[in-house]
């Protein structure tokens, strides 16, 4: 059994800041720890654009804080996301988030983060393994 809070890994390995300086993310569950998934809490911040293509990986994101404008790359199509609303990129759809306040949320990533990923110049985090 694991139990860990977002608070003990701050400022600690599992607590990145993009070298975008957009959002942080708080990694309490990686790929070492070998369940199949990793689980975050990401901020990012109000009045940035990221945009993002999760090539490599699935992810699910709660809103718990906040509210972002999140257009679908795909579809060209745009969906307010507000505390409670959730998404699932399920299809490796290229995505984009204008936030408008301060907005956090719960990630979900299959396969699992190592915690070293960051976006590359085309929003995505490379597959890493823990060997790597």
Known sequence: MIVRSFQEIEGTDRHVKAA???WESKRIVLAKEKVGFSLHET???AGTETSMWYANHI???VCVEGEAEL???ETGRTY???PG???LLDGHERHTLRVKEDFR???VFNPPVTGREDHDENGVYPLLTEEV
């Open 20 to 22: 975008s300086g957009t």
């Open 43 to 45: 901020i990012l911040y």
């Open 59 to 61: 992810e699910a994101v």
């Open 71 to 73: 257009t679908d790359q």
């Open 80 to 82: 307010t996301i507000t």
């Open 85 to 87: 609303t959730m998404y």
């Open 105 to 107: 949320c719960i990630c």
